[in-house]
Every structure is written in C-alpha cells, then in structure tokens.
C-alpha cells in the first residue's frame, strides 16, 4: 500500500464521519422540533408559534438554551433561569432523531429510501411519546 493510497482512505473516512456527524446534528434538531409538537399539539397549543419556555418558571429560553443534547448536558438537566430539573426526555428524543439519521443513512446512503426511514423513526417517537403522556395523566 502506498503512503498516498492511506492517505485517501484516511481523508474518505474522515470525510464520512464529518457527514455522519452533520446528519446527526440535524436529525436532532429536527426531533427537538418534535418535543415541541409532543408537548404541544395533546395541549392544543399552536406549535408554530411562539418561543420555547421553561415548563415551570415560564421563562422564555434563550438561543444557547436550545442547542439540542448540548444545552441539556451544560445546564446540567436544569433551567438556567429557575434551577427546576428539566426532563431527560428531551435530550433522549433529540438523542434518538441523530442516531436515526445516522442510521439510516449508513444502511441506505444518502438517498429518498433513508429520508423515507428517518420520516417513520419521527412519526414513531411522536406517536408513541403523545399516547404515553395520555396514559401517564389517566
Ligand atoms: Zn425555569
């Protein structure tokens, strides 16, 4: 194997990583969307507008406050502004969207069928989180 030849390989599969990580920024990003219409829509609160806030102090948050996984893990899964806990559950959803559109694009490339499966993974969660917040208020 020639030095140059590593180096390709080395620098294909840096590159992969690099978009793996980006399709996992954006898969959490679009299930962070996905908490707000879980918490939402049961509520009949519209859910395009309006800012996110903390669900106990009514605080209004703040653009760093809302960087999916990484707002969670720096605030230490507490508001900034009141010191209430705030759910794992959301981290986990905003969680599980990356480590679905990293999955399915590994399985499937970058292609319709992988857009198709990352579509259902979120209209699961949505669902199944929407149904367990009904059974957990009964
Ligand atoms: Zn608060």
């Known amino acids: 194997m020639s030095r140059e030849y590593i180096i390709l390989e080395v620098t294909i599969i840096a ?3 690099l978009i793996e990580l980006i399709f996992f920024a954006i898969g959490a990003s679009i299930f962070s969307f996905l908490n707000v219409i879980i918490y939402r829509l049961p509520r009949k609160i519209q859910f395009t507008l309006g800012k996110s806030m903390c669900t106990s102090c009514h605080h209004e948050l703040a653009t760093k406050d809302l960087i999916p996984i990484i707002s969670w893990i720096s605030l230490k899964g507490k508001c900034r502004y009141c010191g209430e806990k705030i759910s794992a559950r959301y981290t986990i959803v905003e969680s599980l969207g990356g480590i679905s559109a990293v999955v399915s694009t590994l399985i499937f490339g970058i292609k319709p069928m992988a857009a198709l499966v990352f579509l259902i ?18």
């Open 121 to 138: 993974s979120a209209v699961l969660v949505t669902v199944v989180y929407i149904i367990y917040d009904k059974l957990k208020q009964k």
């Open 15 to 17: 590159a992969r990583v």
